[in-house]
């Protein structure tokens, strides 16, 4: 069975610093595309970080130069770096995973994946 268990968010302060974790189990993490994606209040859900082994990194446009996404395969864990957190970053955040070939471009759509965490807030205070 699939689990995906978040990990690391909480309440920073505007230009702070968080790294959030996603702990993956009972599947072949190493060739599953993964996926970073998080949802506001009244907003839809939103792609904003992907990897695949073989393809370079996917960010939102939101997020690009400040987050940064990598995978421990050894260690089966997805891990999102959020440098300069901004009040916008404010959301619950959550990994995804699907099934990937070797050099496959990395989804960033969340009806694209197949298994999802319970999500980690995260909340930036201006």
């Known amino acids: 069975q699939v689990h995906l268990v978040e990990s690391g968010g909480g309440s920073v302060q505007a230009g702070g610093s968080l790294r959030l974790s996603c702990v993956a189990s009972?599947?072949?993490?190493?060739?599953?595309?993964m996926g970073w994606f998080r949802q506001a209040p009244g907003k839809e859900r939103e792609g904003i970080a992907a990897i695949n082994i073989g393809r370079p990194t996917r960010y939102a446009d939101s997020v690009r130069g400040r987050f940064a996404i990598s995978r421990d395969n050894a260690k089966n864990t997805l891990f999102l770096q959020m440098n300069s957190l901004k009040p916008e970053d404010t959301a619950m955040y959550y990994c995804a995973a699907r099934g990937c070939s070797f050099g496959w471009m990395p989804p960033t759509l969340p009806a694209d994946y197949n298994y999802w965490g319970q999500g980690t807030q995260v909340t930036v205070s201006s």
């Open positions: 009972g599947f072949t993490f190493s060739t599953y595309c």
